[in-house]
């Protein structure tokens, strides 16, 4: 009996066969080794343990739908078919589905996820920004129609001047990232809100997903306005609450943040406001009573006296100008028709020694009458200083005044210093003006009480 001969090929074709039939679908358990990615998207690796290796090949279409990324040492089980590869006559694992070993598929990609954002910084305190200070605009990403919008209005219904943008989206489902992504960036380049929440109720891990999308996360992370997580329930975490600047447990914690927020603003602008409003009313006080005891100095009320004094001396000093100089004009003129008269002498009459003499004496007298003018100007200046120095025109001129009873040179202090009939002088800056008391009940009121606003209606009907 002669032996069957193959060639190469042909017993390739046969083993493939025959594994087909014997290993269609097989699982495999092991841990991965050598994983690579060629430029065609497929995966190549090897599955390993204690006893052996074998190849593994995973085509793209199937790599490019796993939620997790292949790693060296990630222990798995594999599913798939065993053929022999023509090209090398090597057995291989053609891989159809992959499923993590002792940790679930999602929680896989979630902390392959979560390890690789951390490592690029994304998770830093750094980068979180704080609560706006007055977060009056407020952004909604989540779906319309779910729990968590009715949730978040009636927070914020609270505070009445706040504004609420909705951008509605799937929470949940394939594409639901990509609307969340897109919903995040429209907010922020809008410049319409202040805060962005990003809120959905509570579910399963698979629910969530849409929440721990690398796509989500960059579009977090790079949001020109503050985001505010709030997904699922208390015990629930996901990668946006690492990236987002604030995590609340749950989408109504969220709503809370921004309201205590503004309250915390509103009670701080109200304390400041009691403080200023405390410290003017301080001084104020200080100033009144700093007023009453000037007004009540002893030398304030022989002021108007000595007032009138020194204008009189003034008034005087003032008319002696221009009769000096009118006295001065008639010297130089007597002077020079002299000096005229004296040089017209005829020289028998000894003209030039008398010239001499005329000269001198003139000179002396014009001299005392400078200096009589000086003494004259000095004495008038200083009167002028000593004037400015001791008058309460300045007072006068910020509005002030002093009044007396006709006839008297004391300045009133009380109403009770009149009574109905009474005539009274008031000094103002601008001159005096003369009046009759109608009637006082001696009531004295602050300097800084509020005009009554009947003046101006009784002096508008007169």
Not at 299 to 319: F, I, M, N, Q, W
Request: glycine fraction near 10%; charged fraction near 25%; charge should be positive.
């Amino acid at each position: 009996m002669s032996a069957q001969i193959f060639g190469v090929g042909e017993l390739i074709r046969q083993v493939n066969a025959a594994l087909a039939g014997a290993f269609s679908g097989v699982w495999v358990r092991g841990e991965l080794s050598g994983v690579k990615i060629a430029g065609s998207g497929h995966r190549y690796f090897q599955i390993k343990d204690a006893e052996g290796t074998l190849s593994c090949a995973m085509w793209a279409a199937r790599a490019d739908r796993l939620r997790f990324k292949l790693t060296d040492g990630l222990a798995v089980l594999l599913y798939g078919s065993l053929e022999v590869y023509p090209q090398r006559g090597s057995l291989q694992l053609i891989v159809a589905e992959v499923r993590p070993e002792g940790i679930g598929e999602l929680q896989l990609a979630f902390e392959q996820l979560k390890a690789k954002l951390e490592g690029e910084g994304l998770f830093a305190r750094e980068r979180k920004r704080p609560m706006p200070a007055l977060p009056l605009r407020v952004g909604v990403v989540t779906s319309p129609s779910g729990a968590a919008i009715r949730d978040v209005l009636k927070v914020l219904s609270r505070w009445e001047r706040l504004a609420v943008l909705l951008a509605p989206v799937r929470v949940q489902g394939r594409g639901a990232e990509g609307e969340i992504a897109q919903a995040l960036g429209r907010l922020g380049r809008a410049g319409l809100v202040d805060v962005i929440l990003l809120v959905r109720g509570g579910g399963s891990l698979e629910d969530l997903w849409a929440f721990n999308e690398e796509m989500v996360a960059r579009a977090i992370a790079a949001s020109p306005v503050p985001v505010i997580s709030g997904v699922g329930h208390e015990v629930d975490v996901s990668i946006a609450d690492f990236v987002a600047d604030i995590r609340a447990a749950t989408p109504t914690q969220a709503a809370e943040l921004v309201v205590a927020q503004l309250e915390r603003q509103e009670r701080h602008v109200a304390e400041q406001f009691l403080h200023l409003t405390t410290a003017l009313q301080r001084r104020l006080e200080r100033l009144r009573l700093r007023l009453e005891v000037l007004a009540g100095a002893r030398g304030l009320s022989r002021v108007p006296a000595r007032l009138r004094a020194l204008d009189e001396r003034l008034t005087r000093l003032a008319a002696l100008a221009p009769l000096l100089r009118r006295v001065v004009t008639v010297r130089h003129r007597r002077l020079d028709g002299l000096v005229s008269r004296l040089y017209r002498w005829p020289v028998r009459f000894g003209a030039p020694r008398r010239r001499e003499l005329v000269t001198a004496r003139l000179s002396v007298a014009a001299e005392r009458l400078r200096s009589l003018v000086q003494r004259r100007a000095l004495l008038l200046a200083g009167a002028e200083r000593t004037l400015a120095a001791l008058s309460p025109v300045a007072v006068l001129q910020r509005g002030y005044s002093i009044t007396w009873n006709e006839g008297c040179e004391t300045p009133l202090r009380s109403p009770s210093e009149t009574s109905a009939g009474s005539r009274l002088r008031t000094r103002l800056a601008g001159g005096e003006i003369r009046s009759l008391v109608l009637g006082g009940g001696g009531v004295q009121g602050s300097l800084f009480d509020a005009p009554d606003d009947r003046c101006g209606e009784e002096e508008a009907q007169g």
